[in-house]
């Protein structure tokens, strides 16, 4: 092949001093649809002017497009050689030979993920040329089962350092989100076993993967060696990806509680994708597995929102940041899977913004994920408070009382006073119950309760012992002062009228009270002799409360 002749070749050149980013608009197109063509026939299309400009912006092909070759006619406008850095914006393309036909001489070279050891250290297809003074042809046959996307640039080699360690900070920051993302959830999960944690680390790990492979990072880190899987990598770590975050979405949205139907048939689609994506490695076609992935990707994009919005739309609060979330990785991946495709335009907005919108997204489901755990602590919470709680009259009960009183009873040497222990029982109160009705009998009960609530100082302790019987602690309380509150507490019920004035109904209650002066009984001791107090006050017919310290005689 010789250099084109200049009265033969197309007007417009590419000034290599002034451009960087090889648009459409630069490059001479030619798809080669039946037979392989060679450079020489290429060459003689050219010279003919039989080929077309490869339209406007990034040259982009599609999935599975016949091979297709690009002319570019540059001009070293300078009057010694430059050097040059070609450099394809994605790594996935299987195979680029490029030949560079300069006033002097003509060389080859072959770039593409298809073949084992690249000749560049770079994760990008990158060639380094010296250009000669005056005109030189470009020459460049690419083919691909992946999209066929060509977003080319021509930099001096410093700008081309530049750019790449903006790259290189950009990706090592969102590489470092995400492990840390994950990594915190992973511990979440090994914490606390809830399966939701577990499936979100491994849907930001497919991701991360996912991400890995299609930027190139994969092949010029992870597996350098291994072109053939790079090749089937993205388009399977593409199904992985969007299942991971389908399996989340279900778990964390409990749509199988929910929609149990619904989760049968994401499940049942993720399965008939897998067996395809099987037949599709087993006969070797990288195209059925591409479009298999691809359309999953607009699929997930769109299906994810959707379970967000049924959950939500069931009452599932926390599905509303689940639903921003997925809303923005559904835009974010929608437009990086419409520009790779060639469908809207391909610049490094359009390629990049996936990573912009998973990465909210993850963001917000982190979020939505402690929301998840707040919500279930504060339900645990409730309900922990729910069983220490009397229903009826809203004290608490015996086994909340035994938890309350615990700081109060046995102090040994730091007591200055004991603490005093009542134990009330409302007289003939089943005679209320089986004469008036049970519901008169509840009233009694809560109005009781109200009262001896009323009757007590702030930091006494109050329970429903059972039945008709209800108990107190007072606290620091010397036998007179527990004396006259138990006194007080007994005529504030007996001056009670239940009933209002129709029923007219007064009841009296009978109390024990035992004082522990000496610091040291047991609190089982202090209920037990106040029991017994409160049995004989009721045996002298009730409506009086005997009370007692260590030692003392019953009085009245
Ligand atoms: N309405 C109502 N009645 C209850 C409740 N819990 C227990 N009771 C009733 O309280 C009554 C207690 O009867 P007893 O133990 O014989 O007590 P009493 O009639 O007050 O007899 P004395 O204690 O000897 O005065 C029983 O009829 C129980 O059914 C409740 O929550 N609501």
New binding site residues.
Partial sequence: IRAPESQLAPTKYLDISSQQAIMAEHLWQLREEQQRLTPEQVLAYYRSGLMQTAGEGVPAFGIGSSPVWLLLPLINPGTGDSTRVLQLGVPWTDEIQLWQLGPDQDQEFVLGDSFPGRPYRERLPTLTLTLAPGETLLMLRAESKDPLVLPLTLMPPEVQRQSNSFYQYSYGFFYGAISILMGYNLMLYVGMRSRSYLLYSLFLLSFLFTNLSYTGHGMLWLWPSGPHWQQWLNPLLMTLFCTMGLLFALRFLQIGKLRPGLRLIVLGLLGVIWLMQLLALAFDSRTLSLILAFDLVLFFSLLMPLLGAISLASGNYTARLFLLASLSSMVGCAITGLAVRGIIPFNQFTFRIAEIGVLIDMILLALALAEKFRIAERQRLAAEQQARIDP?TGLINRRAFDEQIRPWVAQGHKCHLGPALLML??????????TLG?????K??TDIATCIKQSLRSQDICGRW???EFVILLPETGLHAAETIAERIRTNIAALNIGGESADLSVSA?VGLCVDTGCRTPVESLIRHADQLMYLA?QDG?NRVYCDHKDMAVTA
Avoid: M, Y
């Avoid at 029982?425 to 089986?434: A, E, G, M, Q, V």
């Avoid at 049970?438 to 509840?442: E, M, R, S, V």
């Fill in positions: 009826l029982d409302i007289d003939r109160f089943k005679t209320i119950n089986d049970h519901a008169l009998g509840d009694v009960l059972g039945g008709e009978s009721k009730g």
